[in-house]
């Protein structure tokens, strides 16, 4: 079984530059998250698919950061214009469907540097 | 708000050794806590998942405890080798929304 893929794997970009991620779950998988990782810190959701619908995005910064998943199967998240305190480490996870409890499958990261 | 606290932020120890990693969380009302592996530049690997009713989840030589009224889990590795050097993050399910509460996890270097 194929894992989670996420693209690019790094990103360095200038601060108020737009950038775009990109996440494939492994197949049926409904439930869909993004986190974001800062050096030194665990992961914090920003937001939570399923399917193509938005269950969670209360820590998404909406001013800056956008996200969809068109189809219910890949999603991307925008970050649009970038800070430099978004240089971080933005992790894809799937899971799936029907038990809330049952573990996360994380992607590799997009490493994101904002200069 | 839910705090996950992980102690301590790194580690080096000597091939074999017998270490633990020790977590806590302020909210006892979680679903279950899981112990996840990260490797540089690689994504977040699942090692154990303890339900809230549950103490202790065995997986070779892993062990991990949890008591969940004083709001603390330990992650027991025995006979610790190289190829176990990676950071070691804990998090909490809570109980009302399914969400994952991580901590800052435990930086472990064993050396050969």
């Known amino acids: 079984e194929a894992g989670v893929a996420q693209s690019p794997r790094y990103k360095i970009i200038e601060k108020r530059q737009s950038v775009a991620f990109w996440c494939n779950p492994i197949?049926?998988?409904?439930?869909l998250y993004w986190y974001q990782q800062i050096l030194g810190q665990g992961p914090k959701l920003l937001i939570q698919f399923q399917n193509n619908g938005v269950v969670d995005d209360s820590q998404l910064p909406k001013d800056r950061f956008s996200a969809e998943r068109l189809k219910g199967v890949d999603s991307t998240l925008k970050i649009q214009p970038a800070k430099l305190e978004d240089s971080a480490v933005y992790l894809c996870?799937?899971?799936?469907?029907?038990?809330?409890?049952?573990?996360?499958?994380f992607g590799p990261g997009t490493r994101l540097l904002v200069l | 708000k839910q705090e996950v606290t992980q102690i301590p932020a790194a580690l080096s120890v000597p091939e074999g050794e017998n270490l633990v990693l020790n977590c806590s969380f302020t909210?006892?009302?979680?679903?279950?806590l899981q112990w996840f592996r990260q490797d540089p530049g690689k994504g977040l690997t699942s090692l154990l998942l303890i339900q809230s009713s549950q103490r202790e989840q065995t997986s070779g030589r892993l062990n991990a405890s949890l008591d969940k009224s004083s709001g603390r889990s330990t992650l027991y590795i025995a006979a610790s080798q190289p190829g176990d050097s990676a950071t070691y993050l804990c998090?909490?399910?809570?109980?009302?929304?399914?969400?994952?509460?991580f901590g800052s996890g435990t930086r472990l270097l064993v050396r050969p």
């Open positions: 909210d006892s009302a979680i679903y279950n």
């Open positions: 197949s049926g998988h409904a439930t």
């Open positions: 996870a799937s899971r799936k469907p029907g038990r809330k409890w049952e573990t996360q499958y």
């Open positions: 998090a909490v399910m809570m109980d009302s929304s399914y969400k994952l509460i």
